[in-house]
């Protein structure tokens, strides 16, 4: 056999067979896109079909306990560049934190007046119920509040209390500007005889530095002025017919009853707060597996149509 002749006919390749039925030839890339296409729409049928799978995750399961005092009516607070009330500011904030836990996170309402708790609603689920539990921190002022009066300290403990009783003792979230109206003298106020650290909890504060005027308002919510200094129970120092944020009070007692402090400042801030470890337990609930087929299917179509295969195939 001569040097320079080659045993390869025209339209043959070198191993005999013919041109473009190698690995990377016509056929083969039509059978595997066909094989990435069809399993492509085993997994869109699997993304329609959805399954779940029961898992153990932590989730936040808190019940937040609103103040609905009047003092909670003192505008010093700002959303989108204008005054509102304490109260305004802290339902905004729930609104927003609503919308932005996973779902599986559970929330219940609770109102605070006097020194009783209220609970509006069980912790429930925030997807499932978003629409319920928006309406209802709608409908949360203090033409609801029962009396005038605003014994904090009696009524964060009391609200511990609820919060053990029920099934799943989920933490405890107590939003208010602190002022103990009628003010509490040195010792005075119930005396917590619980366990430090025993529920999960959080006090957040709410209201300005600055000592302002008291709105009032009656039982249909027209207003009537200000609370005046006659009007209000004083204590030695006086100015309780004024409001600031009671920090020192909220930090004191959140140390004694082991719950955590902070100043809700930013309505955004509070979707994080709840969110944090400490207010999160570990629960069993359904993942959807829907999602991750429906991406897996396109990530196969987007490989059966482009030619980072083909690439493969030829070296």
């Keep these: 056999m001569r040097g320079g002749?080659?045993?390869?006919?025209?339209?043959?390749?070198?191993?005999?067979?013919?041109?473009?039925?190698?690995?990377?030839?016509?056929?083969?890339?039509?059978?595997?896109?066909?094989?990435?296409?069809?399993?492509?729409?085993l997994l869109l049928a699997g993304a329609v079909w959805n399954p779940?799978?029961?898992?153990e995750r932590p989730v936040t399961d808190v019940v937040v306990?609103?103040?609905?005092?009047?003092?909670?009516?003192?505008?010093?607070?700002?959303?989108?560049g204008r005054p509102v009330s304490r109260l305004a500011f802290a339902k905004a904030a729930l609104r927003e934190a609503l919308g932005a836990l996973p779902c599986g996170s559970r929330l219940g309402l609770a109102i605070f007046s006097e020194y009783r708790i209220l609970l509006l609603t069980a912790p429930a689920e925030v997807c499932g119920a978003h629409a319920e539990l928006v309406a209802l921190l709608g409908r949360l002022d203090n033409q609801i509040a029962w009396t005038n009066a605003s014994e904090i300290r009696k009524?964060?403990?009391?609200?511990?209390?609820?919060?053990?009783?029920l099934p799943e003792r989920p933490a405890l979230v107590f939003i208010t500007d602190g002022q103990e109206a009628p003010p509490l003298g040195p010792g005075q106020g119930r005396h917590f005889d619980g366990k430090p650290g025993e529920l999960r909890g959080l006090l957040l504060g709410v209201g300005g530095d600055l000592p302002q005027p008291i709105p009032k308002t009656d039982k249909l919510g027209h207003a009537l002025g200000l609370w005046s200094e006659a009007e209000v129970v004083q204590g030695a120092?006086?100015?309780?017919?004024?409001?600031?944020l009671d920090e020192p009070h909220l930090i004191q007692l959140a140390a004694e009853i082991g719950f955590d402090y902070r100043r809700l400042d930013r309505p955004e801030a509070l979707a994080g707060l709840l969110g944090a470890a400490n207010l999160r337990q570990p629960a069993s609930g359904p993942l959807a597996l829907g999602d991750g087929f429906a991406l897996a299917a396109l990530a196969l179509i987007a490989l059966a149509f482009s030619g980072g295969w083909r690439r493969s195939a030829r070296r």
Excluded: C, K, W
């Design 5 to 41: 002749d080659s045993s390869a006919g025209p339209g043959r390749d070198g191993m005999g067979g013919p041109r473009g039925a190698g690995p990377a030839g016509p056929g083969n890339r039509s059978r595997r896109r066909l094989r990435l296409l069809g399993a492509a729409l």
């Design 52 to 55: 779940a799978i029961t898992v």
């Design 65 to 80: 306990v609103l103040d609905i005092s009047q003092s909670m009516d003192v505008p010093d607070q700002r959303l989108d």
């Design 155 to 165: 009524g964060v403990l009391n609200a511990r209390e609820a919060a053990l009783a």
């Design 237 to 244: 120092a006086g100015g309780q017919h004024l409001s600031a």
